[in-house]
């Protein structure tokens, strides 16, 4: 079997079996890229080559100054691409088995206190058609915690709005009901009276939020849009649509609620992975204790 052969099939096992959302597979195949270049530059077959030629690669790939972090998720994406050769006997052992990861510290996402959140969203100019969605877009990133994909993919089909509640299909076409706040509902519905004023294009009749041409909005343009009001309000952080999310998680967390309904709301598969949020709750419990516990504070003489 062929190269192409070969990835195409991994490409079709991470996306039917593991059930990878379209992005995940992406980041998956650009990395294993990497493999198949050094592959066909050093002349090996990838179904001999060992753990020291692996090893080799990894080192250039640091040569090149890259973070612990993406050489962690290069490996994780070699592990996962050799046990599917294992898996489907396109080889007998897996040579990233006995491979190290970096050690990686935590890196603790970053979020926007609820006083910052109310800076970006004064500064959208709701007069306009472009405005009126994208502050829609933004509350109800930060009200139900969604993922960008998750977002541009709201069809009206997903809209429970006397119920409460929204229906999202995360990452691997997994389905959730997250409840959605009254004021998110009056921005959508401020948006959906805007909306009735576009031409929508064939296929997106369904499709929220919709671009001014009439097609479903993208990705890149919440991003834009996301850098662009933080600049305005003069927040200096590093802004992207995912910052409302965690942003969403921490202010739950803060406030008392439990993380197995994070989790859910959230559509992490793993506790560990919203457990990240702790941290923060901790950083936040001792900062609290700091400014407030009378131990905490000097006495003035």
Same mark, same amino acid.
């Given at each position: 079997?062929?190269? *192409? $052969?070969?990835?195409?099939?991994? /490409?079709?096992? +991470?996306? #039917?079996?593991?059930? &990878? %959302?379209?992005?995940? =597979?992406?980041?998956?195949?650009?990395?294993?890229?990497?493999?198949?270049?050094?592959?066909?530059?050093?002349?090996?077959?990838?179904?001999?080559?060992?753990?020291?030629?692996?090893?080799?690669?990894?080192?250039?790939?640091?040569?090149?100054?890259?973070?612990?972090?993406?050489?962690?998720?290069?490996?994780?994406?070699?592990?996962?691409?050799?046990?599917?050769?294992?898996?489907?006997?396109?080889?007998?052992?897996?040579? *990233? $088995?006995?491979?190290?990861?970096? /050690?990686?510290? +935590?890196? #603790?996402?970053?979020? &926007? %206190?609820?006083?910052? =959140?109310?800076?970006?969203?004064?500064?959208?100019?709701?007069?306009?058609?472009?405005?009126?969605?994208?502050?829609?877009?933004?509350?109800?990133?930060?009200?139900?915690?969604?993922?960008?994909?998750?977002?541009?993919?709201?069809?009206?089909?997903?809209?429970?709005?006397?119920?409460?509640?929204?229906?999202?299909?995360?990452?691997?076409?997994?389905?959730?009901?997250?409840?959605?706040?009254?004021?998110?509902?009056?921005?959508?519905?401020?948006?959906?009276?805007?909306?009735?004023?576009?031409?929508?294009?064939?296929?997106?009749?369904?499709?929220?939020?919709?671009?001014?041409?009439?097609?479903?909005?993208?990705?890149?343009?919440?991003?834009?849009?996301?850098?662009?009001?933080?600049?305005?309000?003069?927040?200096?952080?590093?802004?992207?649509?995912?910052?409302?999310?965690?942003?969403?998680?921490?202010?739950?967390?803060?406030?008392?609620?439990?993380?197995?309904?994070?989790?859910?709301?959230?559509?992490?598969?793993?506790?560990?992975?919203?457990?990240?949020?702790?941290?923060?709750?901790?950083?936040?419990?001792?900062?609290?204790?700091?400014?407030?516990?009378?131990?905490?504070?000097?006495?003035?003489?």
């Amino acid at each position: 079997m062929s190269i *192409t $052969e070969i990835t195409s099939s991994y /490409k079709r096992y +991470l996306l #039917l079996e593991k059930g &990878l %959302s379209k992005n995940s =597979i992406e980041a998956y195949m650009h990395d294993l890229q990497k493999l198949l270049d050094f592959a066909v530059e050093e002349q090996l077959s990838l179904k001999t080559i060992e753990l020291s030629n692996i090893e080799t690669l990894l080192a250039q790939q640091f040569d090149k100054e890259i973070s612990p972090r993406s050489l962690a998720r290069i490996i994780s994406g070699l592990r996962s691409f050799f046990g599917f050769m294992v898996l489907y006997e396109y080889r007998e052992d897996n040579p *990233t $088995e006995l491979l190290e990861a970096p /050690k990686i510290g +935590l890196k #603790l996402p970053i979020t &926007l %206190s609820v006083e910052e =959140i109310d800076k970006i969203l004064s500064v959208i100019d709701v007069s306009t058609n472009e405005g009126t969605r994208n502050y829609a877009i933004f509350e109800t990133l930060y009200s139900c915690g969604l993922r960008v994909s998750e977002i541009i993919n709201l069809r009206f089909q997903n809209l429970y709005f006397d119920e409460g509640f929204i229906r999202v299909e995360g990452k691997g076409n997994k389905q959730r009901l997250v409840p959605i706040s009254d004021i998110a509902i009056q921005k959508i519905n401020n948006w959906i009276d805007h909306r009735k004023q576009i031409n929508i294009r064939k296929g997106s009749e369904d499709v929220l939020f919709i671009s001014k041409r009439g097609n479903a909005i993208s990705r890149i343009t919440v991003f834009y849009y996301a850098k662009l009001y933080a600049e305005m309000a003069g927040i200096q952080k590093d802004i992207s649509p995912h910052v409302f999310r965690h942003s969403f998680a921490t202010h739950l967390l803060e406030r008392g609620a439990n993380i197995r309904v994070i989790q859910e709301m959230l559509g992490h598969e793993k506790i560990t992975t919203t457990e990240i949020y702790t941290h923060l709750d901790r950083n936040y419990l001792r900062q609290e204790i700091i400014e407030h516990h009378p131990r905490s504070r000097l006495k003035k003489k």
